[in-house]
């Protein structure tokens, strides 16, 4: 029962139905972990997820000479080895308890069986993490609208001055990738190229761009954000 | 046939195996939505969820005294609605064609059908939503650690000196609740708590924080960034 409790506080499982919690909760194993004991190793079959429940795990990989790189620290509360394992794949990296810890196993098979009995279970997971992408998705445009319009500004400005000033330019690169390069999300960038166009300072023409006010993209450069 | 090709480059399907996408395929209608045409009304109940192939989609919401305000504008490959419909709920908000659309609807029933026949369809949707939500993790976090930890510094010294000075500080709100107020999400705001403690600049003491350096959290305020 105190599973339960501690499960429906975990993220990956925040408003789930009692009923649900408890079906988890009964394929869950927890594992006591020494400091310094390895959880799993890069390249293992990824067998079931984990979530931290006291203590923290380390997550890293080793380069071809040995040296240690680690990737994150998970703790209370947070899962690990999801993505691998949801997806039926290896883990791609190497995980190990920093300090004594207590750690809930999520075996992929048991899983797989419950969301066969109960698909709403696989419904209501998919929701949880629909919704907190949703959140993330505008906390990421919230934080990109200050900065990433002066950058696409200056990336387009520099693909003009390389066509030696042509008025029109050409994306070169995906979507996605350009969302990197400027450090925001593709959804953000849209978001972005659509304010950049309703306020006629391009024109969005399929891959094409149309600098239609090269002041106002030398203002967002200078200033910075303000669209 | 030109639908599965159609799928796979949706971000919620990205990696599926191709024969989930046929199956996938199988059960989406394609509707021809005119300009200003309802897809759905507030409170409908959610039969099934949404991705926008050609067009543009509004979500808004009416005030009581009958006001719009527009919550979102989806484009091509986006999904909308996919949350209340995963979680089996009413649609909170209204969705209108902005322009002549055309909208995939994939209905809740013969998804949760799929699933059941097929568990792994979930499992690799899952991986899906939750690779990307991994990815904007650490987005956020890259772009919040440039300016989160001077807010949060300002927090803390105005906790300290609306006690008169006090070395040590409760938190007297959720970890969710602060790092929305600091503009970040609870993984990044951790993640600064962690930084600041490994660094001598405070400790941790459950709720309670010690301040171990005011000088520290000063600079932070006023050079920001740079932990």
Known sequence: MEIVKYLSKIPL???????????????????????GQVIFSE????????????????????????????LHIFGSGEPFGE???????????????????????FPRISL??????????????LAILARRLRQFTVQIEHLSLKEVPGRLAAYLLYLSDRENGSQEVRLDITKGQLASLLGTIPETLSRIFAKMSKQGIIEIMGPNIKILSRTALEEL???GGGL
Chains 1, 2 share one sequence.
């Open 13 to 35: 499982f925040e408003g789930l139905p009692e009923d649900q919690l408890i079906d988890l909760s009964k394929i869950t194993v927890t594992l006591d972990l020494g400091k």
């Open 43 to 70: 390249g293992d079959e990824g067998r079931g997820f984990y979530v931290v429940l006291q203590g923290r795990v380390k997550i890293y990989k080793l380069s071809p000479d040995g040296k240690e790189q680690t």
């Open 83 to 105: 993505v691998p394992v949801f997806a039926g794949k290896h883990f791609p990296a190497n995980a190990e308890a920093l300090e004594k810890s207590k750690v809930l196993f």
């Open 112 to 125: 797989i069986r419950l969301i066969e009995k109960n698909p709403s279970l696989a419904m209501n997971m």
């Open 221 to 223: 450069v200078e200033y």
